[in-house]
Structure formats: structure tokens, C-alpha cells
């Protein structure tokens, strides 16, 4: 399946897991039918009947075939994607999804992998452990939520750390008493060649960044759900698109992907704030203004592709691979 194919799932059922989190199951909607296969770590898009499109972890074991399971936290700011779910779908009804993509990849022949996770970030890493522990790889787990009311999938945890003899640290940092996960302790202690992964809220990615600075590169994952920084719309440039043989001029106030959509292009995208990687795109010519969080420094550094939903250019052109 391509990255802009999309199926049609039904939902199973949907499960209470914690105070504002729900997890859908999703299933095909053709009987008897496999879904597309995933890794641990990926995600998929919801499309909405709203037209959102929204991105979900899936946190169930990659080796089921018949099912998707996906954790939606209710945001009080929702523009309407995780209002809808919880507010609207009901089971039995069918949703337009894509195929899984993973830009969060778990590394399955580390020596140990450490995971860092705060609120619904503990989606992927759940899909994480339960691969590492059909592999017999040793993990370890730091957990972080408001409350523990507000804390998802916390006996699925004990049993997993249970059968694996594994390390699970809860943290609640809004209940008397508590204090915050100390990130850097975490990670000046972690195992001889141990990989590490977070996946929470922006200040705890903040921190995870800059106490994992010194870290090679290859054995440092994060994921994030939110954008950093705003979108490169300073505009003034003009984009040349070899395949349509197409030139677009990029206007101030405006992304890259606005102005193709404004043109009548279609690129494949998602999230539209550098964080799914949907959009990404060859640049074979020009210096793109890098704002998403899925690139790597290197990846960035080497100017060979960019997000166009929130990336512009540091020149006057930009030649791309669409
Ligand atoms: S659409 Fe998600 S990164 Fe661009």
C-alpha cells in the first residue's frame, strides 16, 4: 500500500483506559481480511469526517494482523479531531485510515533500550515493550502522568515487567508529595550501550534533548506530538517542481504545501506541522529552511529532503522531486 492509499476499518470497540485517554480497536471492515503489517513505533492517519486528519499510535503487539488498536487523549484544545473520536465514533461505525508509517523506529538488536515517557506518549512505547518482549530483550520503562488516574495501560505494564523481570518507574507529578522524573539521572545511568526513546509533552522532550546532547546520535529516539516551532512563511521564492515541470512562487504567509494545494497539486500530507513525516519530499536543488521534528540534525544537515507542510527556503529557489 502507498503512503496516500487509504482502507476503510471498522471500530470494534472502544475502551476506557484512563481519565480522558480511550483506545479504539480497529478492524477491516472486509471480513476475513489482513490489515497492512507494521513495526513497532509506527502510526496512523485517522481521516475525519470533519476533514481533520490526525495521527495516532498504534500500541498493540506488531505481530497482529487483524486489528489496529490506537490511543486518543481527549485535549481540551481540540480542533476537533480528538473531540470527535471520544465525543462522536461509536462502535461499529467505520473510519478511513491510512497504512501504518514509522518515524519512531524501535532498534531491536540494541543490548537494552530505555524508555522516557510522559501522558499519551506512552502509546508507541507500549507497541515498543510488547516487541521487545516477544524478542526476549531486556527494557526498562520511566512513565510519567498528572495523576495516577490520569496514567493509561498501567497493569498491562506491571504484567509485562512481571513476566520480563524488567524495571517500571511510575511517576505522578501532580499528586502530594510527588516530584518530577529526573531525566538526567535517567540518562547518565543508562546500561552499557543502551538505546533510549522519549515520547511525551514538549518540556519533557526539552529535557530529554539536552540531557541526552552528548549521546551518539544512532542510539537517541524521540517522537513528538505537537510542533516546536512555527511554520517558514516568510515566502519570496519560487518552487520548481521537475516531475509536473511546474514553477510555483511561494508568497509571504504561506507554507510550501499551501501553495501547491492552491495550484491544484496534491503532494500526500498528513499533520501539517512537521511532525508525521507524510509530506516529505526530495530537494534536488536549493537550500531548504528546516522546521519539522521528524528529520534528524544529519538528515537536516544534509539538505536531501524536507517536509514542505512547514519548511522553506533559505534562497530565492528550490528545486523539488514532485
Ligand atoms: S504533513 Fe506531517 S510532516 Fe508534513
Given at each position: 500500500?502507498?503512503?496516500?492509499?487509504?482502507?476503510?476499518?471498522?471500530?470494534?470497540?472502544?475502551?476506557?483506559?484512563?481519565?480522558?485517554?480511550?483506545?479504539?480497536?480497529?478492524?477491516?471492515?472486509?471480513?476475513?481480511?489482513?490489515?497492512?503489517?507494521?513495526?513497532?513505533?509506527?502510526?496512523?492517519?485517522?481521516?475525519?469526517?470533519?476533514?481533520?486528519?490526525?495521527?495516532?499510535?498504534?500500541?498493540?503487539?506488531?505481530?497482529?494482523?487483524?486489528?489496529?488498536?490506537?490511543?486518543?487523549?481527549?485535549?481540551?484544545?481540540?480542533?476537533?479531531?480528538?473531540?470527535?473520536?471520544?465525543?462522536?465514533?461509536?462502535?461499529?461505525?467505520?473510519?478511513?485510515?491510512?497504512?501504518?508509517?514509522?518515524?519512531?523506529?524501535?532498534?531491536?538488536?540494541?543490548?537494552?533500550?530505555?524508555?522516557?515517557?510522559?501522558?499519551?506518549?506512552?502509546?508507541?512505547?507500549?507497541?515498543?515493550?510488547?516487541?521487545?518482549?516477544?524478542?526476549?530483550?531486556?527494557?526498562?520503562?520511566?512513565?510519567?502522568?498528572?495523576?495516577?488516574?490520569?496514567?493509561?495501560?498501567?497493569?498491562?505494564?506491571?504484567a509485562l515487567r512481571d513476566d520480563a523481570g524488567a524495571t517500571l518507574q511510575l511517576s505522578f507529578d501532580r499528586e502530594p508529595g510527588a516530584s518530577m522524573l529526573d531525566i538526567p539521572a535517567i540518562t547518565n545511568a543508562l546500561p552499557a550501550g543502551a538505546h533510549v526513546y522519549?515520547?511525551?509533552?514538549?518540556?519533557?522532550?526539552?529535557?530529554?534533548?539536552?540531557?541526552?546532547?552528548?549521546?551518539?546520535?544512532?542510539?537517541?529516539?524521540?517522537?513528538?506530538?505537537?510542533?516546536?516551532?512555527?511554520?517558514?512563511?516568510?515566502?519570496?521564492?519560487?518552487?520548481?517542481?521537475?516531475?509536473?515541470?511546474?514553477?510555483?512562487?511561494?508568497?509571504?504567509?504561506?507554507?510550501?504545501?499551501?501553495?501547491?494545494?492552491?495550484?491544484?497539486?496534491?503532494?500526500?500530507?498528513?499533520?501539517?506541522?512537521?511532525?508525521?513525516?507524510?509530506?516529505?519530499?526530495?530537494?534536488?536543488?536549493?537550500?531548504?529552511?528546516?522546521?519539522?521534528?521528524?528529520?534528524?540534525?544529519?538528515?537536516?544537515?544534509?539538505?536531501?529532503?524536507?517536509?514542505?507542510?512547514?519548511?522553506?527556503?533559505?534562497?530565492?529557489?528550490?528545486?523539488?522531486?514532485?
Open positions: 500500500m502507498s503512503i496516500t492509499e487509504t482502507l476503510q476499518v471498522r471500530v470494534k470497540s472502544i475502551t476506557w483506559e484512563a481519565e480522558g485517554i480511550l483506545s479504539y480497536e480497529l478492524w477491516p471492515v472486509a471480513p476475513h481480511k489482513e490489515l497492512p503489517p507494521f513495526e513497532a513505533g509506527a502510526h496512523i492517519d485517522v481521516h475525519l469526517p470533519n476533514g481533520l486528519i490526525r495521527n495516532y499510535s498504534l500500541f498493540n503487539s506488531p505481530q497482529e494482523r487483524h486489528r489496529y488498536l490506537i490511543g486518543v487523549n481527549k485535549d481540551p484544545q481540540s480542533r476537533g479531531g480528538s473531540r470527535y473520536l471520544h465525543e462522536v465514533l461509536r462502535p461499529g461505525d467505520t473510519l478511513t485510515v491510512s497504512a501504518p508509517r514509522n518515524n519512531f523506529p524501535l532498534d531491536e538488536a540494541a543490548a537494552s533500550s530505555v524508555f522516557i515517557a510522559g501522558g499519551i506518549g506512552i502509546t508507541p512505547v507500549l507497541g515498543m515493550i510488547r516487541r521487545l518482549q516477544a524478542l526476549g530483550r531486556p527494557w526498562q520503562l520511566f512513565y510519567a502522568a498528572r495523576t495516577r488516574k490520569n496514567a493509561a495501560f498501567v497493569e498491562t505494564l506491571q522519549c515520547c511525551g509533552p514538549l518540556p519533557m522532550l526539552d529535557a530529554f534533548e539536552q540531557a541526552t546532547a552528548g549521546l551518539p546520535p544512532e542510539r537517541v529516539h524521540r517522537e513528538y506530538f505537537a510542533a516546536r516551532e512555527s511554520a517558514a512563511t516568510a515566502g519570496g521564492f519560487t518552487v520548481e517542481l521537475v516531475r509536473s515541470g511546474r514553477s510555483i512562487e511561494v508568497a509571504s504567509g504561506q507554507t510550501i504545501l499551501d501553495c501547491l494545494l492552491n495550484a491544484g497539486i496534491e503532494p500526500p500530507y498528513s499533520c501539517q506541522e512537521g511532525i508525521c513525516g507524510t509530506c516529505e519530499v526530495r530537494v534536488l536543488a536549493g537550500l531548504p529552511d528546516h522546521r519539522d521534528l521528524v528529520l534528524s540534525e544529519a538528515e537536516k544537515a544534509s539538505n536531501q529532503r524536507m517536509m514542505i507542510c512547514c519548511s522553506g527556503a533559505k534562497g530565492s529557489k528550490l528545486v523539488l522531486d514532485l
